[in-house]
């Protein structure tokens, strides 16, 4: 045998490197050996026959946004977090980001607890308020000293390679008065360990004009702020402090942000997905960069990522654009470009194997707003470093597909 194991037939879609056609995929050792319209079966020790209405192979999906410190987190006390495989291999995932789950204080969760056990590859942004989503309350950072770039400094130098980014939300009442101090802080903490910052946008707490004005200041502060390489999180966010000035048009630092390379993630979550938003962003051309989840233990009882890349269909992007939206260009947010995101001879196998159900379905966004799809995507098959791994039962009491609209 020449191969371990072969793909077969399948409906090959890497839009990252233009490849869209049926082709076969085969493995040896975890890698990708070959890549051909025509692999004979017999080559192989195990053959996965992927013709199928619908059904594509794509890389191993990368969610740029979810929270996986389970256990790190007290369920009932404060933010409950996934197990990355829950909502990783076992959704059609093969990496996904943990972003700023923990602050610096229980960082060590990672290395001690989720690193070791995870199939998917899990990469971890810290927290810029060093007990971050561990007690009740929304804010992570309530003053400067919440933000600590010694013991931030140590754990970098304690644990290479450990930590991918540093992680601020803008919630919370210390951003009415200290807000830009707490952004240049935190900016200053990412760059002194040389990694991207992210920066969730989208305030539920500034509910009034001025709070929310406010808001929508320090959205433009950040985006002078930020450098390339640094993540926006939250693009369609409905709530103060989103990236469209009161009359719908994007304040003019958003140009020049992308411009300068910073990276424009949607991460729809529980309460930062606005429909209305993501349609008016759509016409005038602010395209997201990347798709992600923003998934909790909450949000995943009602969605995941497939079903966020649906919804932007339901928008009118392409298969192709929500693909490439959480495989290369999550790989090169990642800083990761080289290693995950394509289907590429030597590389680590890592491929999700979906279908493309074409129906009437509704969604919700996060104000509670009613909207339809044509589109619902269901994972088929899973494989991580050439493991394979079949899906959960889904999201929904019903399995993986959004609610039927009929
Ligand atoms: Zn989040």
Redesign the pocket.
């Known amino acids: 045998m020449t191969y371990d194991l072969l793909i077969k037939d399948g409906h090959v879609l890497d839009p990252g490197q233009g490849l869209d056609a049926t082709l076969d995929i085969a493995v040896s050792g975890g890698k990708i050996a070959k890549i051909a319209a025509d692999i004979p079966a017999p080559d192989a020790a195990r053959v996965l026959e992927m013709r199928g209405a619908g059904r594509h192979v794509v890389p191993g999906l990368i969610d740029l946004?979810?929270?996986v410190a389970d256990g790190a987190i007290t369920k009932g006390v404060g933010m409950a977090n996934c197990d990355a495989d829950d909502i990783g291999v076992r959704s059609g995932v093969t990496t996904v980001a943990d972003?700023?789950s923990v602050g610096v204080a229980n960082l060590g969760v990672f290395p001690a607890h989720i690193l070791p056990k995870a199939k998917t590859r899990v990469i971890t942004l810290v927290n810029a308020g060093s007990y971050a989503h561990t007690m009740p309350g929304p804010a992570d950072v309530n003053s400067l000293a919440d933000i600590n770039r010694d013991a931030l400094a140590k754990a970098a130098e304690h644990n290479p390679g450990l930590i991918a980014g540093v992680k601020l939300r803008i919630v919370g009442p210390a951003f009415q008065t200290i807000g830009e101090e707490i952004i240049t802080s935190a900016k200053a903490a990412a760059k002194d360990l040389g990694v991207p910052l992210m920066v969730?946008i989208g305030d539920f707490t500034a509910k009034d004009e001025a709070s929310a004005a406010r808001r929508g200041e320090l959205t433009r502060f950040l985006l002078k702020t930020f450098a390339p390489g640094d993540i926006l999180?939250h693009l369609c966010t409905p709530n103060s402090g989103r990236v469209l000035d009161p009359a719908g048009n994007p304040y003019p630092e958003v140009a020049e942000a992308r411009a300068a390379g910073v990276v424009l993630d949607s991460?729809l979550?529980r309460g930062n997905f606005g429909i209305e938003v993501a349609r008016r962003q759509a016409d005038i051309g602010l395209y997201p960069d990347t798709i992600s989840s923003?998934l909790?233990a909450m949000g995943q009882t009602f969605h995941s990522l497939l079903e966020c890349m649906a919804k932007f269909m339901s928008i009118g992007y392409s298969l192709a654009d929500v693909v490439k939206a959480t495989t290369a260009s999550a790989a090169s947010a990642l800083g990761l470009p080289h290693e995950i995101g394509a289907i590429a001879v030597g590389r680590d196998a890592d491929l999700s194997v979906i279908d493309v159900v074409e129906g009437d379905f509704s969604f919700t966004d996060t104000t509670g707003k009613e909207f339809r799809g044509g589109y619902g995507l269901v994972p088929v098959r899973t494989l991580k470093a050439g493991e394979e791994f079949s899906p959960g039962w889904g999201t929904h009491p019903w399995g993986w597909l959004p609610a039927s609209a009929t």
């Open positions: 946004h979810t929270h972003c700023g969730h999180t991460a979550g923003d909790t």
